[in-house]
Nanobody, 122 residues
Framework: QVQLVESGGGLVQPGGSLRLSCAASGSIFSIKPMAWYRQAPGNQRELVADISSGGSTHYADSGKGRFTISRDNAKNTVYLQMNSLKPEDTAVYYC????????????????WGQGTQVTVSS
């Protein structure tokens, strides 16, 4: 059983920064792709960024140039550094353990964290 625990969310002013962390239990972490998703009220959950086991990264257009996903396999932790935050970044952010990449697309797995709230407001 894999458990994911996110942290690092909070209230930040527009233009500010946050660093989210997702700590994973279990031995599969280092061999699996990982991703951050977010869900705003009334919206579907959307992919923000993903990272392969080897460290290759992909970003949704909404976060390109502002967000950076990284992982520390020794610590079983994946991070999302978010800079130049905008009010439209307000959402609950979730991490996910992926299944595979298929045709270059991240395929989410069944394990999700509980989410961490990010609110960008003045």
């Amino acid at each position: 059983q894999v458990q994911l625990v996110e942290s690092g969310g909070g209230l930040v002013q527009p233009g500010g920064s946050l660093r989210l962390s997702c700590a994973a239990s279990g031995s599969i972490f280092s061999i699996k792709p990982m991703a951050w998703y977010r869900q705003a009220p009334g919206n579907q959950r959307e992919l923000v960024a993903d990272i392969s086991s080897g460290g290759s990264t992909h970003y949704a257009d909404s976060g390109k140039g502002r967000f950076t996903i990284s992982r520390d396999n020794a610590k079983n932790t994946v991070y999302l550094q978010m800079n130049s935050l905008k009010p439209e970044d307000t959402a609950v952010y979730y991490c996910n353990v992926g299944k595979v990449y298929f045709n270059g697309r991240y395929i989410p797995g069944d394990y999700w964290g509980q989410g961490t709230q990010v609110t960008v407001s003045s």
